[in-house]
Each structure stands twice: as C-alpha cells, then as structure tokens.
C-alpha cells in the first residue's frame, strides 16, 4: 500500500464518530489532568491503558493522542493562574504568565497558550507525517558519550541563561544532580546517601520535587501575604482583559522558531518537551529585540514556551514508531497502548499497520488543532475562577493539591512529606537567589547523564579523552564552553563599565 | 522571572534583608559544609564506580560555592538582599498546621484531615468570609473525589470518619 493510499484511508477512519468522541474526551481529559498538579500526561495515559483492552484500536489510540495533546497543554492553565506548572515542561509559561494575571490579562494568556500550543502540536503532528524516517535516523549518529554531553550541554545553558545569576544557576543545577544519585545505583546495583531509609532506595520522583518546588513556595508567599493584606483577592481576580491581543502576527516567527525547535528537540531520545520549552523561551529572548521584557509578562515568552513543549509531543514519537525505543517516559506509556492492541512499534508497523499508524498521527494533528476550541474554552470558563479566589484559600488548597496528586502517583505518606521538605528548601532556595528550574533539570537530566557517561567509559575502556573525541561530542562540547563563558564576559564587562563610571 | 533575585532596588513594601554579600558568604559557607556531610556519605557507597559521580557533582558544587564566597569581594558591599520571610508568623503557622496536616493525612485519611485544615488554615490567614470558607472546602474536597477516586480510581490512605 502505497503512503498516499494509507493517508486517504487514515482521513476516513479518523472521522468515524467514535474516534470523534474519543479524541474531544481524551483531549478534555488530558486538560484537566495536565491542569492538576502532581497528575501528568503520563499518568493519565497510564492510567487509560487498562480501559483500552476493550477498545478499537483505533479509538483508543485517539483517546491517547487527546489525553497527551491535552495534558500538555493543561500544564499552562495553573502556570499562569496560580504560578504552578502542571507538568515540568511548563515551568518557563510561569515566568510571563504570572506577571500577566497578576496584570489582569490573564484571558490573553491563556488564549496565547491555548493557540499556540496548537500550532506547536499541528507543527509536530505534520513533522511526524513527514520527516518521520528521514529524522529518526539523526539520532543514530548519537552514541552514549554524545547524549551525555546534550544533557550537558542542556543544564548549563538551562542554568546559566535562565537566570540573572548563572553562578547561584550552576549550584542549583548541581543540587539537582545530587538529589538524582539518591537511591540505588542503576548500573552497580549500591545504594547511594539512602541512609538506611527504606523509602530512598528507590530514589525521589521528579514529580514530588517538581510539586514540592514549585507548589509549596507559592503557597507559603500566598499565606504571608494573605496575613499581610499584601495580596488581596482583587489583586487575584481574573478580569475581562481591557483589550484583547489581536497582535497575533508578531507571534508567527516566535511560534516558527518554537516549533523547529520543539520537533528537533522531540526527536532526541530522554530530552523531553520540558527541555524543548526552555530552549525555545531562551531562543524568544534571545533573539528579541527587548529581552528584558522576558519574565516581565510577555507574550512572546508564553507562546515561545507553550509553542516549543507542544512540539515536542508529536516528534517524541518519531524513534518509538520507527525504531520501537521510546524517547521518554510519555511515550514509553504510549508504546504500552500499542502493545495493549498487539500492536508492535518499530520499522515493520509502517509497512504492517499503515493505516492505523497514519491514522494514529493525523489524530495526533487533530487533536492539537482541538485546542484552538477546546483550550481556550475550557480555560477561560473552568480554571480561571479559580484566581478569584482569596489568598488564604488558595494556599490550602494548593496544599491539599500538591499532596493528594504526590500520594497518588505510588500511594507513598513518605512522599508527601518528602514534598513538604521540598517545598521549604525550594521556598528558601527562592527567597535567596537560586533559580529553581535547574534543579529540576538536574534531577531529571541526572540519572540519564550518569548512565551514558558510564555506558560510554565502558565502550571506551575507561578512556576519557575518548568520551570526547567524536565530532558531534566536540561541537556540542564548544557549545557548553561558549555558554559558560557568556556569565564571564558579562561580569568582566560590567566591572568595566563600573571602573569607567567611577573614574568619569 | 519567579526568582527573587539580590537587587539594590527594593520593590516597594518589600522589607530589606541583609547585606547581599554577608547573605551569599552564609550561603557559600552552608553549601560548603552540606556537601562535605554528602563527601562523607559518599565515601560509605561500597562500590568505587558508582561514587564517581556524585563525587563530580561534589566537587562541582566546592569550586561553585568557592567562587559564590569569592565574587562577594569584587561586588559592592551595600546592595540589600530581599527578606526571606515577609511575615515570620504566618509563615510559621502556616508551615506547621501544614506539616501538622501532612501526618494527619497518614493517620485519619486525606479527606477527613482537609475537612478541617482547609477551613481552618484560612481563618487563622484571615478569612472571615465563613460562607465561601465553607464552600469553596466542600467543593474542592468533592471535585477531588469524583476526578481521583471515581474516574481515575486512585487509592487513597483509609478515612477514619467515613471508612472511604
């Protein structure tokens, strides 16, 4: 069968009503779950696998494809409401959308989000129907040592460029890393700083440091602020913005550049959409010509960030449907869903299944074109309420949020009051300084950095210098040297220009 | 940025902390005697191949904080970093009602320990709005059991008041 042949058949099997049905539900689903912190996309899907027995395979591949495409984007509702990611690729939509609901045009930046998580999604959607063979095997020039130096290369400029302060980033970056060797050694099978507690051999879940970090520290500033009368409910309350963005074509090479970078970013195996998000916002500030209005509420920032983590979604499937290795833990779960149907991903379901597979990509398409209705709509009429109401019952209920959404994820007490210490520590990690975006990063970029490096010790027979000897290893090696130097060069220049003021 | 960084400019209200400098050479000094305690702990993993990593980051985070102690020679010594705490009793109460909600959640269940601690949390924050109070608790705490314990049937610890 040919691919033309395949597609047509595909068009007309995804427009069947009950794949219709399945896909609005999942993607509502996949919003509300998303939009709930400690409950991600994953978990969703994982969740969903057992109800997909019974299914069509093609239904249930829908579903799976709304819940992905809506847990994603559900990550933004909280991120700009209430500051609190949903999922971690969402972190840089709270650095603009915060300050923009604190500035009452909370509508627009969930409209912003919703649109251009859309366009991120149908971007990647339309890479994974095209380029799916051709850019699967980019990732074959990649070897241990090159992964290695991408994680690398990932959490130095994370650390360094996201920040005002690279040196207090590197620390927090660093923090990170060491809260990801706690627990047994994956490779040597040793325990590591477990201190002879059960509950530590298995090591911390991002997701407990992700809600600790980033639920309890705006929680404890909406407490102090509630008994200060520093925040009041008006200051929360979403108001009918007093115009409404219409400048959606100074969004275009933002949402194109996101988008590139999301596709390429999905594509490398263990990078993940939350990596893509913080590319593409530092790319948006780099390149605009006021970056200083980054973080400060722009909307350039929100579609950079919801852009690029949407356009990770599809194309993080490009090496589980061509090569059956799955690229990250979300799809790891979606290659289960396949497995469920008997369905076997790799380079034989393309030429055994083409129908289904196609099918499976054009609902990944439509499902993110779903957004352009269902996002905006959903947003604006259900969780935006939610910032009308006061201080001193958010703070509870983000407690209550952050600890029932931990407990659920493996019914763990010890893991809620893991989250509490996380919370105070990244309460006073932020009050002095320390970005707290590195040490997610660190903790999730960790464990897979450790277990290449080594695996490329092993193939180099402990050589180091051969760890860094490969073209790839050394490009990407200038490029963490160049972005190590950039805090340098801007302290050496400052100093400068403090030597000059002084003596004029 | 959510971040508060050590600016020389407060934001208006804000209470200034201590000197900037005085404030990242504490920092320095507690990161410092943190990683040693973990330079100890990583010298009792048994295996030599699985401490090589954590003693990287190890000495990553040494030479870190010594050039955080270092830079807080060449930066001027009068820039005021934020407070930490904007109210200390607040932040207080609300940190140990919530480790106090935390072990409760273990022993009486999530819902019958929210039941109190929501409401009450925010009165003591200084609700007096006791309708909505109300509310907006029994609202939560339902939208909560329908979405984890009806769809996605997620088990959760015993409630002593209701056996759920």
């Known amino acids: 069968m040919s ?11 995804i427009f069947a009503w009950q794949n219709l049905l399945a896909m609005i539900v999942g993607l509502i689903g996949g919003i509300i779950v998303g939009a709930l912190p400690g409950l991600t996309a994953t978990m969703g899907i994982a969740i969903l696998i057992p109800l997909t027995f019974t299914m069509e395979p093609l239904v249930a591949l829908g579903m799976v494809a709304g ?6 984007y559900g990550g933004a509702i909280p991120a700009i409401l209430l500051g609190i990611p949903g999922t971690s690729s969402s972190i840089p939509t709270t650095f603009d959308g915060v300050p923009l609901a604190r500035r009452g045009d909370a509508e627009n930046a969930l409209r912003v989000s919703a649109y251009s998580s859309a366009i991120g999604g149908i971007a990647s959607g339309v890479a994974l129907l095209i380029l799916a ?14 992964y290695f130096w991408v994680a690398a290369f990932g959490m130095c400029s994370i650390a360094v460029l996201l920040g005002d302060d690279a040196l207090k980033g590197l620390v927090s970056a660093a923090i990170g890393l060491l809260i990801g060797t706690i627990g047994i050694d994956s490779v040597s099978g040793h325990e590591r700083f477990t201190f002879d507690v059960f509950y530590l051999t298995g090591g911390f879940n991002f997701i407990v440091l992700l809600a600790g970090l980033y639920g309890i520290p705006p929680a404890i500033n909406l407490a102090q602020a509630a008994a200060t009368s520093a925040l009041t409910s008006s200051g929360l309350t979403i108001t009918r913005a007093k115009e409404r963005f219409r400048n959606w074509r100074s969004l275009v090479p933002t949402w194109i550049r996101s988008s590139s970078i999301g596709i390429i970013v999905g594509v490398l195996p263990g990078v993940g959409g939350t990596m893509a998000a913080f590319l593409s916002y530092n790319e948006a500030r780099r390149v605009d010509p006021d970056p200083t209005s980054f973080g400060k509420g722009s909307y350039k920032g929100i579609a950079a960030a919801e852009c690029g983590n949407n356009a990770d979604n599809a194309s993080a499937l490009i090496p589980t449907l061509t090569l059956g290795v799955p690229g990250n833990a979300v799809a790891a779960v979606i290659m289960g869903a396949f497995l469920v149907q008997g369905l076997q991903p790799g380079p034989g379901l393309f030429r055994s299944e083409p129908v289904l597979v196609y099918a499976f990509i054009l609902q990944m398409i439509a499902t993110a074109a779903m957004l352009f209705f269902l996002g905006g709509m959903i947003a604006l009429r259900v969780f935006a309420p939610v910032l009308r109401l006061p201080p001193a019952l958010i703070a509870p209920i983000v407690i209550c949020l952050s600890v029932i959404g931990v407990y659920t994820i493996q019914n763990s007490i010890f893991d809620i009051f893991a989250l509490l210490g996380f919370g105070i520590l990244g309460y006073l990690l932020q009050a002095t300084g320390f970005p707290l975006a590195p040490v997610v990063l660190g903790l999730i970029l960790g464990p897979m950095a450790e277990q290449q490096l080594r695996l490329a010790l092993i193939i180099a027979r402990g050589d180091i210098v051969a760890v860094a000897s490969s073209t790839v290893s050394l490009i990407i090696i200038g490029l963490i040297a160049l972005v190590l130097l950039i805090p340098l060069i801007r302290f050496i220049r400052e100093r400068l220009r403090a030597r000059q003021n002084r003596e004029a | 940025m959510t971040q508060n960084n050590v600016d020389e400019k407060q934001a208006p209200g804000e209470k200034p902390g201590v000197r900037a400098v005085v404030q990242d050479r504490v920092l320095a000094i507690l990161i410092i ?3 040693t305690f973990f330079w100890i702990e990583a010298g009792k993993i048994r295996a030599a191949e699985a401490q090589m990593f954590p003693r990287a980051i190890l000495i990553l985070i040494y030479t870190l904080a010594g050039f955080l102690a270092l830079r807080t020679f060449f930066t001027p010594s009068e820039q005021r970093a934020p407070a930490i705490l904007t109210s200390l009793p607040a932040f207080a109460l609300f940190v140990v009602a919530s480790v106090i909600y935390v072990a409760s959640v273990s022993n009486v ?4 320990a929210s039941v ?3 409401p009450v949390v925010a009165y003591l924050l200084g609700l007096r709005r006791h309708l909505m109070n109300l509310a907006v608790t029994i609202i939560f705490l339902v939208a909560v059991y329908v979405v984890f314990v009806v769809f996605f049937s997620r088990p959760l610890p015993r409630e002593m008041i209701w056996g759920l």
Request: zero cysteines; proline letters at 7%; glycine letters at 12%.
């Open chain 1, 3 to 13: 691919m033309q042949d395949a597609l047509l058949g595909a068009i007309v099997e």
């Open chain 2, 33 to 35: 005697v943190a990683a």
């Open chain 2, 116 to 118: 109190f601690y929501m």
């Open chain 2, 109 to 112: 269940g999530f819902f019958s």
């Open chain 1, 133 to 146: 063979p051709p850019l699967a095997t980019v990732t074959l020039l990649f070897g241990p040592a090159e």
């Open chain 1, 67 to 72: 819940i992905y495409n809506g847990g994603i």
